[in-house]
């Protein structure tokens, strides 16, 4: 069993940034991948980025060259600086941990708005 617990989420106006953390602990596979999805109202969840234990990242294009995600493996914690910030970035930002099983963590609120 893996647990994750997320933190970071708010309220920011347009063009600020936010930095979310996400750490794991638990039975932790030391080849494994963590990253962050979102889902807004109405719409399915969708990857964010996602990083490997070997730092290999991975962004969605609508994210590239404006949020960083980065861990830091001594801690199983993972983050995802977040900059440039738009109103369509507003969504429940979800925690993802893939070792040898799937587990999500409970989500955190990003509202960008004025």
């Known amino acids: 069993q893996v647990h994750l617990v997320e933190s970071g989420g708010g309220l920011v106006q347009p063009g600020g940034s936010l930095r979310l953390s996400c750490a794991a602990s638990g039975s932790i596979f030391s080849i494994n991948t963590m990253g962050w999805y979102r889902q807004a109202p109405g719409k399915e969840r969708m990857l964010v980025a996602a990083?490997?234990?070997?730092?290999?990242?991975n962004y969605a294009d609508s994210v590239k060259g404006r949020f960083t995600i980065s861990r830091d493996n001594a801690k199983n914690t993972v983050y995802l600086q977040m900059n440039s910030l738009k109103p369509e970035d507003t969504a429940v930002y979800y925690c993802?941990?893939?070792?040898?099983?799937?587990?999500w963590g409970q989500g955190t609120q990003v509202t960008v708005s004025s």
């Open positions: 993802k941990y893939s070792g040898l099983r799937h587990y």
């Open positions: 990083i490997t234990s070997g730092g290999k990242t």
